[in-house]
Every structure is written in C-alpha cells, then in structure tokens.
C-alpha cells in the first residue's frame, strides 16, 4: 500500500505541542514506510482562522525539522466538493433536512437530564413527510442536514496503536449535523466529520494518525466512508498528553505552543526528540537521545503506547542540556550573538566569544541561560547577599588592594591565566591568609556572587575589557 499520511491542523491558534507531536508520528510513520506527509490547513472556521496562526504552525513545523511533501491542500477551497458530497447524501436518502429550533433541541437536552440521560439527538425529524416539510419551511425555519447513524449499527476497526476497536451506533449521539442552518433549497457549511472525509478521501490518505479525542469522531466517519462507497483508511490513535497532575495538557499549563519552547530557549532538536518520547518508547538498545532522521528508520506503530503520556520537564531539560552540551562553540555562539546583541552586549572578538562558550556552556540547560550567564562578563552585576558578605571579611579590602597594585598598568589584553593564577598565588602569601579567601573575594568583586564557572578562565575574559580593574576598585 502506499502510504499517504497528512496532518491536518485548523489555524484559530499556534502550533500546539499535541498536534506537533501528532505531526512527528505522522512524518516519522511515512518516512519509514517511503511515504508522503501531506498537510492541509482546516480553515473553514472563518471567524477563527487566521493567516498569523498559518504562519506560526508552517514555521514551527520546519523548525522542528518536519517537512512535508506536496502543497498544503486548504479546505475552505474545497467546499464546492463538500456540499456536491451532502447532496449525493441526501439523494440517496443517507442524509435529511432537521427544522428542530435551538430552542426545541435545548429542551430535548433539559428533559434528558432529568431522567439520567446522556443527550443525544432523538431523530425526531427523520422521517418527515414532504407536507411537514413545507409547514417548517413556511415558517421560516431554516435546517440542518443530518447523516442517519442507526442504533443499531456496529463499527469496528483495527487501529495501528489500540487494537481492535468497537462503537456502537447508539453511543453516538443520534444523527450526526454535516452542515449547518441554511435556507431548505441550499446546503449550510459542511462540518468538521463530512469535510475531514471528503478532504482524506480526495487526498488520497492511507493512514489517519491523530489524538485519541477523535476516536468517536473515527466511528462516525466510517460510517460516512461506507455510505458514499469510499475506501477507509487506516486508524491510528495516539495517546493524549498529560501534564504532572495528569490532566490533559492545556493552555492553563502555561506553555503548550512549540513558538512558546523556542522562545524559552528550548532547541528544535532536543524538542523533537522529547516529543518523539511522548508516547513512543525507544527499542533496547536504542538511546533516549536522539535525531528524529535516526528513529524514522525504526519507527512502528507497535512501540506507541494506549495509555496517556505524562510531560516530564526533567527530561525535557536533560534532553535539552544534552543538545547545548554537543553543540560546537561555534555554533551556540552564532544562536547566542543576536541575543547578545539586541542587549548592546558587543564581542571584542570572536575568539572571546567562544571562550566565553567554552566556559559558560557546560552549564546551559536551555539556549537562553547563555544570556544570563554572559550577562555579568558585559554588565556589571549587582552584589549578591553572599557576595557582599564576603566583601565584608576583614581582609578582603587587603586582599583586593594587593591585587589592583600588582595589576598596576600592565596590558589587559594580555592577560593570562598564569599570571591570574600567580597573583592568586602571591596574594595568598603576602596576605597571609587561604587562598580559598583570595579566591572567594576576587570572585565577589569581580562578578557580585560566589557562585560562576572557573574564577580564573573568567577573570581573564573580564580583563580583556579592563572591567577587572574598575569591579575591584569599588571595595579597597
Ligand atoms: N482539524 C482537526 C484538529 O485539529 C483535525 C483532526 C484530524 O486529524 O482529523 O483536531
């Protein structure tokens, strides 16, 4: 069979971690199986839908690494195909007009209710003579059309990731709205299920991968399948998202749009490789670190869990680390130089710059902690309560007195780590104290903290703006 897969986003918001995670199931599925990922844009919510959010899901898409084959396919173009597929239903007596008014429908809901009933249509207009017709009509009402769902119908598929699959016609929520109130002689807009099968069937689509919150969705389209004689696809339903509490991952988690990890500092490649792990588990022997372009040659459908994926952050950062930690100085220096620069932070040249890299990336967990750390080599940083404290110590004024001297007027570029090291060395002596505390000061002065990567290493980076010199001034 060819595989012919696609990812079917609606634009009325950015690109949201589930469906990117839905969108990498979908690419790694037709990589593997030398398939074709399509996408189509689900726009027919024209109030919703937006150009900015198109933008936001094609960028995050590429970003992550996910390209698909083809032109998108954009579904608001296609609905003159829609409605000519409801007509076919109505004549062939698979689909009618329903005049139930808003009013009668929540009454119907009311009554359910009260009696413990789960609401569900009661098809009370399907079988309507062609005078009770013409008595709506002349009213001013105006239908909906409905696509017949028998109670007593039974549904089965074989989905990819859940097994065999069983829905009962009953438990679907009687006949089933495919297009909206419009006048009696025209069709309204066509809805999500009719359009979704009209649109995957035209497109060609072998194999549906999408969230577990379509499996009803799923039973009701077949039976649309079988209605208009088209071939099903193949089902696949991915498990849903959790966030720690184990509730479905939602907007109030805070972040859930992939724009929204980039921005934080999270890295594309250690964001696919987590949400690869999101439901699917690494054969033995195979690393949870990983590229995506090294699984789509092993990916199955077999080692994609039933049961929901919780969002680790841990991992997601230790992932995260674990890119920055591999990425050359280079190159994480050429994603932090903008950063840098829209702070009028200016490298004195780009030796510094990857020195500084080398000295502050062992500790970066995600790309924008880089800021933060660089930040006192450019700024001069505020005293921290252990730093001040330390300033405090009855020999560090001394301590710093001995050093400013020593540096005297020598030549700052030139600075080296083993005369940083020597004056350490020689302060230690002359002062008479530890060189824990000669270090300790040093650091407090220089950088307002007693925390920071290799004093020395650091040291020799500050001085080559003289900013060494000024910092230590200020407590002798
Ligand atoms: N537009 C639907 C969604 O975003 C598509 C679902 C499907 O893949 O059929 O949930």
Known sequence: MTVRVRLAPSPTGTLHLGTARTALFNWLFAKKEGGTFLLRIEDTDIERSKEEYIKNIFDGL?????????????????????????????DKGFAYRCYVSEAELDEMREAQKRNGLAPKYDNRHRNLTPEQESEFIKVGREPVIRFKISDQKLISWNDLIRGEMNWSGKDLGGDMVIARRAPANSIGDPLYNLVVVADDSAMKISHVIRGEDHLANTAKQILLYEALGLSIPVFAHTPLILNSEGKKLSKRDGVTSISEFKKMGYTSEAMANYMTLLGWSAPEGINERFKISEISEIFSFKKVNKASAKFDWDKLNWLNS??????????????????????????PSKEWGINLISLIGPSMVLINDGVDQAKPFFEEPALSDDGRKQLKVKEAAEILNFILEKLGNSDASK???????????????????????????????????????????????????????????RFI
């Open 322 to 347: 674990q890119v920055i930690h591999e990425m050359p100085a280079e190159t994480l220096l050429e994603n932090l130089n903008p950063m840098f620069k829209e702070n009028g932070w200016h490298l």
């Open 62 to 90: 590429k970003w992550l690494g996910i390209n698909w084959d083809e032109s998108p396919t954009i579904q608001s173009e296609r609905v003159n195909e829609h409605k000519k597929i409801i007509r076919t239903l109505l």
């Open 415 to 473: 600075f080296s780590k083993d005369e940083a090291l020597d004056l350490i060395n020689q302060a230690t002596k002359n002062c008479e104290v530890k060189k824990g505390l000669v270090m300790k000061s040093l650091r407090a002065a220089l950088f307002g903290t007693l925390n920071g990567p290799d004093l020395i290493q650091s040291w020799v980076l500050l001085s080559r703006f003289s900013k060494d010199r000024a910092r230590i001034s």
